[in-house]
């Protein structure tokens, strides 16, 4: 009979020492549930300010495309002598220090021109149209107008750029980011203080971006109507572009 109360006792404390577990567990999981609600809940007394950060950027990248046109009446020369002067002008581009995996080969298209006959009625094919284009980033902007003014020497007929871009934007996003909180905290404080008022947590924000880095174009070529000269090396300025961010902050007043 002794063992049988013993074996009843150590369940009974057993068994409440289990209940106290759940118990407590669901405390726990009720508490912070409840804390998260707490926080989901729009305050009543909130205090909402804009702000604008802005950085400048400064190109560091630089696209230049160019093409050999030409027109034929037998596809495998035309080919042939497109090939050549395609050929040498990456040659070329390569000896000014220009990496392999910064050129790279966009078109190349072969195509028939086509001549209506009005005595047949009917479109004959009159020859080829072949055009190979190459786009090269330049990242030593010294030789943008060295490359630019010697393609054409190159048999180079149809030449674009520089196109001037930031390769890592983010960088001077998160600049202008980081100008545009820190600008936003202190006119909230500035504001609250003026209402007596203390800033509390931050209960949600947005963010705009009005001056992305985009690609800024400019032109050059060394051409006229009598075919491909060799002009001066032309005189690139990359220029600057303003990156700004804009953020609205709602704060909880205290």
Same mark, same amino acid.
């Given at each position: ?38 926080? #989901? ?20 990248? %630089?696209?230049?495309?160019? #093409?050999?046109?030409?027109?034929? #009446? ?31 080969? *966009? @078109? /190349?298209?072969? #195509? ?7 005595? *047949? ?9 072949? *055009? ?12 943008? @107008? ?45 504001? %609250? @203080?003026? %209402? ?15 001056? /992305? ?12 109507? @009598? ?28």
């Amino acid at each position: 009979m002794p063992n049988k109360i013993e074996n009843s006792k150590v369940w009974f404390w057993v068994i409440l020492d289990v209940v106290l577990m759940s118990v407590i567990v669901l405390a726990l999981i009720s508490a912070k549930a409840l804390w998260r609600y707490g926080r #989901s809940v729009q305050p009543e007394n909130t205090i909402i300010v804009s702000s604008e950060g802005k950085t400048t950027a400064v190109p560091d990248l %630089a696209a230049v495309s160019f #093409s050999v046109v030409a027109e034929g #009446s037998d596809p495998v020369k035309l080919q042939n002598d497109n090939n050549t002067k395609i050929n040498d002008a990456i040659v070329f581009v390569k000896s000014q220090g220009i990496e392999a995996k910064d050129i790279k080969t *966009t @078109g /190349y298209n072969l #195509s028939p021109k086509y001549v209506y006959s009005p005595k *047949t009625g009917k479109n004959y094919i009159d020859g080829y149209i072949l *055009t190979q284009s190459v786009q090269v980033k330049i990242r030593d902007f010294t030789k943008i @107008g060295v490359i630019l003014g010697a393609l054409p020497k190159k048999g180079i007929n149809d030449l674009n750029g520089p196109n001037f871009s930031i390769e890592d934007p983010d960088k001077f996003l998160n600049q202008a980011r980081q100008e545009a909180f820190k600008k936003a905290r202190a006119k909230a404080e500035a504001m %609250a @203080g003026y %209402a007596g008022a203390r800033l509390g947590r931050v209960v949600t924000f947005s963010e705009n971006t009005g001056g /992305y880095p985009i690609p800024f174009y400019a032109e050059a070529s060394g051409f006229s109507k @009598g075919g491909p000269i060799a002009p001066p090396a032309p005189t690139i300025e990359p220029g600057s572009q303003d990156v700004t961010v804009n953020v609205s902050v709602t704060y909880e007043l205290e």
